[in-house]
């Protein structure tokens, strides 16, 4: 029997996130985890949830996701864009709701690297003008 999936990539920060949707009741898996397990915030879980309730597709889908690197909020955010990606990849016309929810954007925000000399990205040694 082969079993319809839908996938996307989803990254933010540091974060890397492949997302798997499949037909189901509505369930989230992360690394093995529910989602109440793996991200004990509401905020969080929110976030994840997300591209689900502005498509209204959040009973439709068995949700299973592999996310590494980075920290929580990351993680959520590139679990939002994986599934945002992976609900094109089921349905283009669900591009318009997705676009304007800003869900389809890969936020490239980083952080900057240490520039040598100094104390860190931005931070300088105080000045002394005598």
Known sequence: MVSIQYYGTGKRKRAVARV???PGNGEIMVNDLSLAEYFPNDMLKMIVRQPLSVTETAEKFDIYV???????????GAIRHGVSRALLDYNKELRGRLKTGGFLTRDARI????K???????????????
Not at 66 to 76: D, L, N, P, T, W
Request: net charge positive.
């Open 66 to 76: 592999s996310v590494r690197g980075g920290g929580s909020a990351g993680q959520a």
């Open 116 to 130: 040598y000399g100094r104390k860190g990205a931005r931070k300088r040694f105080q000045f002394s003008k005598r």
């Open 20 to 22: 798997y949707l499949r």
């Open 111 to 114: 952080k900057e690297r240490k």
